[in-house]
């Protein structure tokens, strides 16, 4: 009776393992069976959970990530632009992760430990939103650190749902992390008529829907503009609060939100080539545009400090996708962020006066972001043989710039000596009107002196949150053309060069370079001891602290008494010009007039032109292509050759 009831079980289990093996691989609306599909999401490194309300990068890359048929998430030139691979190495991806936020949320904590759980719960808020969030939709206590390693949702960073489930309704409304999500619901950029929704929503429950706000700026504002309180060195809190970033309100500050330029144009570009959204099912329509998950900024550092240390920190990203959004983030800095032209004035037998101007070409300003970031240029004078005759700017041994002022380097407009140095930067001051690096203390900027995008004014409602600070009125081009009218987002800095008894050729170098975690940041938070700011300690000191090159001009002048030839007098930049926008200056030149624009046809074409202080300000048409600039230097007649991309 045993054995016949063992052979009954084991033929009953046969059949019911045979049958759970056919429905494990049978098709299902594609071509991969459940088992399949699911060996192939086990394979990728991102973590796959499902919570109440969210899932993880991982559930989203079995269908968003890469497709082994070489399929789906593939360009018009064969490129994989899967949005799993191209987001796992950015900043966002590993916001969670990162030892300087890490550091610093802790070195917050210690210094006004009755707050640290408030204080904890609101930076994660924005650096691990899913944890974060879940924790406040299901009525939990505060999400804080001591519930962040344990959180496979908060470690995913900045993930997928992050941005796709935020409420259509209430983006751009709600900021400093108070985030609101409609459960169930996934937005992206296609109309509904366009996709197939029922397989997402039977796969993981998520209805796909259209919403405008994806490839709006609104999608970025709840945690890219941060108002925190301010507390006094007791830590009380005085009912002050200070900005502690405000990157979305200074593009509504800007030329780019009148003209529709939203975030995601540089930081996420678009292609407009038809791409296969999910991996599994060739049978769906390609989609287009579809906009690069690059997520790409300026922090080069900090970037290659994840890399170097991405199996210490458990970062599920490999050296070459580093690689790749390093690539990216470089190329973000030397083309899309800043155009400087390098003049002289004049030069005397003691003197010589450039002029070396900074156009902002960001949607925000520059720096921008968190308030450690700062830009710097560094400005170099040599004779024809190499001896140095004038510099600022420089670095020294401990990556601070020689010179630097404590606690903090004023404004310049003009600088005439090597101890001074124009930086870019935000200092904020405690209740006491002191700088603080401590953000709780923050009151308001005693400094605030980074470049403006073009198009900002003080006039605008947003105003309030991106104020210039520091910077005195007698700079009469900070930010404004030759007639008084804000909004250039420009800057001029002017070096006069004691060059007493030389007289022999120069040749002057700028340069402008960023850097976003310097060393007098560090020192306050580095004065506490924990594991998380002692580790971030040690990973600083063995990376590649080097500032990123932004951009870079030079310019060589004759001997003393000997004149240049006109041509050579005249300078037109930035060349190419991707706004349309070229300053034109002319060395030492009594007289400049400009006389006709011509296309490569020889064609007349449109322009407009302002006078500066330096020279004229011309803008080409829109249309992209070669252009002829004549004009008048002195009485002789010059054309200059210039490329709009």
């Known amino acids: 009776m045993n054995k016949t009831g063992i052979v009954i079980s084991l033929a009953v289990g046969l059949v019911l393992l045979l049958t759970a093996w056919d429905f494990a691989v049978r098709p299902i609306a594609g071509p991969h069976g459940r088992l399949e599909l699911a060996m192939m999401r086990s394979a990728d490194s991102l973590p796959v959970v499902i919570s109440t309300y969210f899932a993880t990068s991982g559930r989203c890359a079995g269908c968003h990530g890469f497709d082994p048929q070489g399929i789906a998430s593939i360009d018009g030139q064969g490129r994989d632009v899967n949005v799993a691979d191209d987001w796992r190495s950015t900043m966002m991806a590993n916001s969670a992760r990162d030892p300087f936020f890490r550091a610093k949320i802790r070195h917050e904590s210690l210094v006004n430990p009755a707050h640290a759980g408030a204080l904890q719960n609101k930076c994660l808020s924005c650096h691990a939103p899913l944890g974060m969030h879940e924790e406040r939709m299901m009525g939990h206590p505060p999400f804080t650190l001591?519930?962040?390693?344990?959180?496979?949702l908060g470690l995913d960073g900045v993930s997928c749902l992050s941005c796709h489930m935020q409420s259509e309704a209430t983006a751009g409304t709600f900021f400093s992390g108070e985030l609101e999500f409609d459960s169930a619901r996934v937005y992206g950029p296609y109309a509904d008529d366009q996709i197939n929704p029922a397989i997402m929503e039977f796969f993981v429950r998520f209805r796909p829907t259209y919403g405008s706000h994806i490839v709006n700026s609104k999608a970025c504002a709840g945690c890219h503009t941060l108002v925190t309180e301010t507390a006094d060195l007791e830590g009380n809190l005085t009912g002050d609060h200070f900005v502690e970033q405000a990157t979305y309100h200074?593009?509504?500050?800007?030329?780019?939100?009148?003209?529709?330029?939203?975030?995601?144009?540089?930081?996420?570009?678009?292609?407009?080539?038809?791409?296969?959204?999910?991996?599994?099912?060739?049978?769906?329509?390609?989609?287009?545009?579809?906009?690069?998950?690059?997520?790409?900024?300026?922090?080069?550092?900090?970037?290659?400090?994840?890399?170097?240390?991405?199996?210490?920190?458990?970062?599920?990203?490999?050296?070459?996708q580093f690689d790749s959004t390093l690539a990216r983030t470089r190329r973000m800095l030397a083309q899309h962020t800043l155009d400087i032209a390098l003049t002289l004035d004049h030069r005397t037998d003691d003197t010589a006066y450039f002029a070396l101007r900074l156009d902002n070409k960001a949607g925000h300003r520059f720096p921008s972001g968190y308030p450690s970031r700062r830009a710097f240029i560094e400005f170099i004078v040599l004779t024809a043989e190499g001896d140095t005759v004038f510099k600022s700017g420089l670095l020294n041994s401990a990556d601070e710039v020689e010179g630097h002022d404590s606690p903090y380097e004023p404004y310049y407009d003009v600088i005439t000596s090597s101890d001074q140095v124009q930086i870019y930067e935000m200092v904020m001051g405690d209740v006491n009107g002191d700088p603080t690096t401590v953000l709780e203390r923050a009151k308001e900027p005693i400094k605030d002196n980074r470049l403006a995008p073009v198009g900002f004014t003080s006039t605008h409602f947003a105003y309030d949150t991106t104020r210039v600070a520091g910077v005195p009125a007698s700079d009469i081009d900070f930010n404004r053309n030759a007639f008084g009218d804000e909004g250039t987002g420009a800057d001029v800095v002017r070096f006069h060069i004691p060059i007493t008894g030389v007289s022999d050729a120069l040749h002057a170098f700028a340069r402008v370079w960023y850097q976003p975690v310097p060393p007098a940041w560090n020192q306050e938070m580095f004065s506490y001891s924990h594991p998380e700011i002692d580790a971030f300690r040690d990973m600083l000191e063995a990376s590649d602290r080097s500032p990123s090159l932004v951009a870079a001009d030079s310019l060589f002048l004759g001997p003393a008494g000997i004149a240049a030839p006109a041509a050579d007098r005249v300078r037109v930049a930035p060349n190419p010009t991707t706004d349309g926008w070229v300053s034109i200056t002319a060395e030492s030149a009594t007289s400049l007039t400009l006389l006709s624009v011509h296309d490569a046809r020889g064609a007349l074409a449109r322009f407009d032109q302002q006078r500066t202080s330096q020279g004229l300000r011309l803008r080409l048409t829109d249309t992209a292509g070669t252009y002829f600039i004549r004009m008048r230097i002195d009485g002789e007649e010059v054309i200059k050759r210039i490329l709009r991309p």
């Open 250 to 320: 200074e593009w509504l500050n800007s030329v780019y939100s009148a003209n529709g330029t939203q975030c995601n144009t540089c930081h996420m570009p678009r292609i407009n080539d038809g791409i296969l959204l999910a991996a599994e099912y060739p049978f769906l329509n390609p989609q287009s545009p579809f906009g690069l998950h690059h997520l790409v900024g300026g922090n080069e550092h900090m970037l290659r400090l994840l890399k170097q240390n991405r199996a210490a920190l458990a970062i599920p990203a490999s050296d070459t």
């Open 146 to 152: 001591a519930h962040l390693d344990t959180s496979v």
